[in-house]
């Protein structure tokens, strides 16, 4: 959340940082950047803040804060990481960066924090809402596996029938669909399960 009064202009750049910019983050720390960091900056090119990281002590909610902008996004975990330890910035924000999160969370992460502010700061008045700014040009596709059902026993090694299978995995929120002959399986992976990639993590969740 960033003030809008604050921030010298009404649009968040995301870029590279220079080498040597500094900025202040909210807890009093005057940090010197690197090109490796990922910065917000205002329209101007002041730095609002290291992305998914820690943000800068002027831009950020005061108590006479009355207009803000929210930003809700997904990033490199490589990324957050570095610029955690190079700076000793370890705060919520980048430790949860720093893991594997899917970008398709941040519609529904978004909306909540909306519904959240009018709920409580605005008295539920929703027109006090200006609107959404989607940015993602390559959404995330979801990872589809062929699965043999006998994976199950040979790398699992209990025995699991094929519709049994099939109801676990649905209801843990995974498409299935068996082929013709109900040999093998397509499981489609939801999009929050960043951690499954190839059969033996299906046999896991079976």
Do not use: W
């Not at 800068?56 to 108590?63: A, D, Q, Y």
């Amino acid at each position: 959340a960033f003030d809008l009064n604050r921030m010298d202009g009404k649009k968040l750049i995301l870029r590279q940082a220079s080498k040597g910019e500094k900025f202040t983050t909210f807890d009093k720390v005057e940090l010197e950047l690197t090109p490796e960091d990922c910065v917000f900056a205002s329209e101007n090119g002041r730095v609002l803040g290291i992305a998914g990281v820690i943000g800068e002590i002027e831009s950020g909610i005061h108590e006479d804060t009355t207009d803000i902008l929210l930003e809700c996004a997904g990033y490199d975990r490589v990324s957050i990481r570095k610029s955690m330890f190079r700076h000793k910035a370890m705060t919520d924000a980048g430790l949860r960066h720093s893991h594997d999160l899917s970008s398709s969370h941040c519609d529904y992460a978004l909306q909540r924090a909306i519904d959240l502010i009018v709920e409580l700061a605005c008295d539920g008045n929703s027109n006090s809402v200006q609107g959404i700014d989607d940015q993602y040009p390559n959404p995330e596709q979801n990872r589809e596996i062929t699965f043999d059902p006998n994976e199950v026993t040979r790398l699992g090694g209990v025995t699991v029938d094929l519709d049994t299978q099939i109801d676990i995995l649905r209801r843990l929120e995974f498409e299935v669909e068996p082929n013709t002959d109900r040999t093998l399986l397509n499981v489609v992976v939801p999009l929050f399960r960043t951690e499954i990639f190839e059969s033996a993590d299906i046999v896991e969740e079976v």
